[in-house]
């Protein structure tokens, strides 16, 4: 038997390379198997489209008899149609064979699984609308065995973006971003692993929509695992650094897939440039060496390096990535500005902070007993707090051992310390002269300021006419931190 898998090997070697056109599963599936190197694997996924094939039977034909008898049995399994067309099965006509435009599509949540049992599966409808490649689906129609790309790849999509003005390239830079992680949410909701998220799996459609493609390499997680094993797979230099740091079989995980879209992200952002640079990238990536010198907002900077961070427990999950600030618009903004302003722990922060204050004066430090030093009661008569309501708001905030009040104001400090708007009284009392300067000169006393002049002052055209948020342009961030910090919903 395997006599015959060979033979119809080398007899359809020419043939196989140009009917092969499930290449990454059957990649997959020889690496998974061992029957491809490491080498042989990289150079077919890095190949394009239009050269993988070919790359994939070379490697077939140099692999000797075991890897030939291998490839027919997964090609037997994936496209059998194949197989049955070359040994002279006439049961499928051309006007069957499937056409394909573009080799992606946007992965419905409740169809994921499905699609991971079948990822060969590149059957879409042609897309009338169609501008760029119109004239070239009519020959798909005659040639079934050819395969488009969408209207372009990102590369070339940047190519075109180049020639506009700098506040669309901007605005459709953004939309590239967030509509690639929105796609890579939509795998993660399904506990999918992408693995081999690169620029080339970045496509445009006719309507300027960005689709994660190609999910050759895609994994579904087992029920209650955060972790799928397999042989090593994705792109040289667009991989996690767990993964590289691993031998033989790796474990890819969620954050994995993240820190590569952070790299992503900033390729897309900084046109065309990796974090991790160009020489030594795989070391560098090992090692969390990286430079963001070629994007200049510092709110982008921000995420991608939460994403890139080196350690997987330290980067956001994707859901925390798509609420980061970066994607906050001016209506957002105000909503934050609102919703953590109206926590007990804002409109009580004056009065915290001379709780706080008063503890420090008594010597009490966060590790000894409160009690020991000054009872709450205690507190609150030497701080004249009468109102039994206000007692009991305050006591839910800080808890009886006090652990909340030392966390809430060692976190606003460390937040504030070097930032811009560490002495923001100064700067807002000249714009506002009723400022409250009794608030603490941190981070939660400036959103007490802020929140209370967009609500209760209604001067939301003042914060453009005075450029507040330019002023404090890494507020937000900061801010997010904090809330992510003291696990505070928003």
């Given at each position: 038997m395997e006599r015959h898998h060979i033979e119809f090997v080398d007899r359809h070697y020419e043939a196989l390379i140009q009917r092969v056109t499930s290449v990454m599963p059957i990649t997959d599936k020889l690496y998974d198997n061992g029957k491809l190197t490491w080498t042989q694997n990289s150079k077919i996924t890095n190949a394009t489209k239009m050269?993988?094939?070919?790359?994939?039977?070379?490697?077939?034909?140099?692999?000797?008899?075991?890897?030939?008898?291998?490839?027919?049995?997964?090609?037997?399994?994936?496209?059998?149609?194949?197989?049955?067309?070359?040994?002279?099965?006439?049961?499928?006509t051309a006007d069957d064979k499937r056409v394909t435009e573009c080799y992606h599509h946007k992965v419905p949540t409740e169809n994921v699984q499905d699609k991971m049992d079948r990822p060969d599966d590149d059957v879409i409808r042609c897309n009338p609308s169609s501008i760029k490649h119109r004239h070239k689906i009519e020959e798909l129609k005659k040639d079934p065995s050819k395969k488009q790309l969408c209207e372009y790849d990102i590369e070339d999509y940047m190519d075109d973006l180049r020639q506009q003005e700098q506040k669309d390239i901007d605005n459709a830079l953004m939309k590239i971003v967030k509509e690639t992680l929105l796609?890579?949410?939509?795998?993660?909701?399904?506990?999918?692993?992408?693995?081999?998220?690169?620029?080339?799996?970045?496509?445009?459609?006719?309507?300027?929509?960005?689709?994660?493609?190609?999910?050759?390499?895609?994994?579904?997680?087992?029920?209650?695992?955060?972790?799928?094993?397999?042989?090593?797979?994705?792109?040289?230099?667009?991989?996690?650094?767990?993964?590289?740091?691993?031998?033989?079989k790796s474990g890819y995980k969620k954050s994995s897939d993240i820190q590569v879209a952070g790299m992503l992200v900033y390729y897309i952002l900084s046109d065309g440039k990796h974090p991790f640079g160009d020489i030594d990238r795989e070391v560098n990536i090992k090692n969390g060496n990286y430079?963001?010198?070629?994007?200049?907002?510092?709110?982008?900077?921000?995420?991608?390096?939460?994403?890139?961070?080196?350690?997987?427990?330290?980067?956001?999950?994707?859901?925390?990535?798509?609420?980061?600030?970066?994607?906050?618009?001016?209506?957002?903004?105000?909503?934050?500005l609102r919703k953590l302003g109206d926590r007990a722990e804002i409109q009580n922060y004056e009065t915290l902070a001379k709780l706080h204050n008063l503890y420090i004066e008594k010597e009490h430090?966060?590790?000894?007993?409160?009690?020991?030093?000054?009872?709450?009661?205690?507190?609150?008569?030497?701080?004249?707090?009468?109102?039994?309501?206000?007692?009991?708001?305050?006591?839910?905030?800080?808890?009886?051992?006090?652990?909340?009040?030392?966390?809430?104001?060692?976190?606003?400090?460390?937040?504030?310390?070097?930032?811009?708007?560490?002495?923001?009284?100064?700067?807002?009392?000249?714009?506002?002269?009723d400022t409250n300067k009794r608030?603490?000169?941190?981070?939660?006393?400036?959103?007490?300021?802020?929140?209370?002049?967009?609500?209760?002052?209604?001067?939301?055209?003042?914060?453009?006419?005075?450029?507040?948020?330019?002023?404090?342009?890494?507020?937000?961030?900061?801010?997010?931190?904090?809330?992510k910090d003291l696990d505070w919903d928003y």
């Open positions: 050269t993988q094939s070919t790359e994939l039977l070379k490697a077939v034909k140099s692999g000797g008899p075991a890897v030939k008898s291998a490839f027919y049995k997964i090609l037997q399994e994936i496209k059998p149609d194949v197989i049955q067309e070359l040994e002279g099965s006439s049961l499928q796609g890579l949410q939509v795998l993660h909701h399904a506990d999918v692993v992408h693995r081999d998220i690169k620029p080339r799996n970045v496509l445009i459609d006719s309507g300027k929509n960005a689709r994660l493609a190609d999910f050759g390499l895609s994994r579904k997680l087992e029920e209650g695992r955060s972790t799928v094993h397999t042989f090593r797979a994705g792109t040289r230099g667009w991989e996690a650094t767990e993964i590289l740091n691993q031998s033989e430079s963001l010198e070629h994007v200049q907002d510092i709110v982008a900077k921000d995420l991608i390096e939460w994403m890139i961070n080196k350690e997987p427990a330290e980067r956001l999950t994707v859901d925390e990535v798509l609420r980061h600030p970066f994607f906050w618009d001016d209506y957002r903004k105000d909503a934050v430090t966060e590790e000894s007993d409160p009690t020991a030093t000054l009872t709450i009661d205690e507190a609150f008569s030497e701080l004249n707090i009468k109102i039994e309501k206000k007692r009991r708001d305050i006591l839910a905030i800080v808890g009886e051992d006090l652990k909340n009040l030392w966390k809430l104001f060692k976190t606003a400090k460390e937040a504030t310390e070097g930032k811009t708007f560490s002495n923001w009284k100064s700067q807002l009392s000249e714009i506002w002269k608030l603490p000169e941190d981070i939660l006393g400036l959103l007490r300021v802020l929140r209370n002049k967009l609500v209760h002052g209604n001067v939301r055209n003042e914060f453009e006419e005075n450029n507040i948020f330019g002023l404090f342009p890494d507020f937000f961030i900061t801010l997010y931190r904090v809330a």
